[in-house]
């Protein structure tokens, strides 16, 4: 489940769209919105998807205010919903309803080409193409996935429906659907099995693994908010390992905050050991004294050092001809 938008706002007063996807089946609802309020979200949850559908087992969303918010924990509650959240500032938590929020944008730019403020007209057609299109991680459509049978477009009422078989009474119909759905299922789970294999081996290329144990101290990224931030906050230090990716993390400053977060966002903090000559002419000093110096975030730029020293280069200074045999 997530929410897309601010979109370019309609007569109706819509200006975000709630999109809900089957993780299984691919199938995906999109209803417009006016605003992002948690009623607002409640009440299409129930009057548009659980009336027509039914209540389901599991709800994830990232940590949107729109999400967390009580009288949508409350909803989930009273029709027995498991409510489950992405890690804050992670996507890939919710990485299929991102995905999807990108292929609605491109649909939904083509068919509002010059009249941007009729999405929510173009929304519903939309979402007749896409879910009975094929889908590449099941090979199937969403619709035959879901409902078990294919939808009847605009196209079958133009040239008319393949010739069907005799009619048969309801137990029989009820029967054959249940095979179908059956085969259709084993199809998608082959085909989603090989495609998350190929999306694994595709993301573990670049991957680097990085395991951190208790008390290690970590700079831990947060998003820029303005061009000079340097995008890492810290330290940080681990007080819990949670998986083998996830981790529970408290600011050494902030000690009774702690947070919860995927290690994509964390990279270790290191300490630096510098060693302070003392000054020659000093008689006062004796020896060198070893200061503490805490190690810069990630792609910060070193500190300008006191002891460099500029003098005059040393380049090879090659006259014009003319001045070869110039004697001064």
Avoid at 102 to 112: E, F, K, Y
Avoid at 121 to 126: H, R, Y
Wanted: proline share 8%; charged share 30%.
């Amino acid at each position: 489940m997530d929410i897309l938008g601010p979109l370019e706002k309609t007569p109706s007063g819509n200006r975000y769209v709630l999109v809900l996807t089957d993780y299984f089946t691919k199938w995906t609802a999109a209803f417009p919105l006016a605003n992002m309020e948690a009623s607002t979200v409640a009440k299409v949850l129930v009057e548009k998807y659980v009336a027509y559908f039914g209540a389901p087992d599991c709800l994830h969303s990232d940590q949107g205010r729109s999400f967390e918010a009580s009288v949508v924990l409350e909803m989930c509650r009273l029709f027995g919903i498991k409510k489950t959240r992405s890690f804050p500032y992670h996507p890939q938590g919710n990485g299929q309803a991102e995905r999807f929020n990108r292929t609605l944008l491109d649909m939904l730019s083509i068919m509002v080409d010059g009249n941007p403020g009729q999405w929510d007209d173009m929304l519903p057609f939309v979402m007749l193409a896409y879910n009975s299109s094929v889908h590449e991680s099941t090979g199937v459509t969403p619709a035959i996935a879901m409902l078990g049978r294919e939808l009847r477009l605009p196209l079958d009422v133009q040239i008319g429906n393949p010739p069907g078989g005799e009619a048969q009474g309801l137990p029989d119909y009820i029967r054959e659907t249940r095979e179908r759905i059956d085969r259709v299922h084993e199809l998608a789970r082959d085909h989603l099995k090989t495609q998350q294999r190929r999306q694994k081996y595709l993301h573990d290329r670049h991957a680097k693994e990085s395991r951190f144990c208790p008390n290690d101290r970590v700079w831990l990224a947060m998003p820029r908010r303005g061009k000079l931030d340097r995008g890492w906050e810290g330290p940080y230090r681990v007080v819990e390992v949670m998986g083998p990716q996830t981790y529970r993390v408290r600011h050494n400053e902030r000690k009774r905050r702690t947070i919860v977060v995927h290690s994509d966002r964390m990279k270790r903090y290191h300490d630096r050991d510098i060693t302070e000559q003392p000054d020659v002419g000093d008689r006062s000093v004796r020896g060198g004294t070893t200061r503490r110096q805490e190690h810069q975030p990630p792609g910060a730029a070193p500190p300008p050092s006191s002891e460099m020293k500029i003098g005059r280069s040393t380049r090879r200074r090659r006259p014009p001809g003319y001045l070869r045999d110039y004697i001064p």
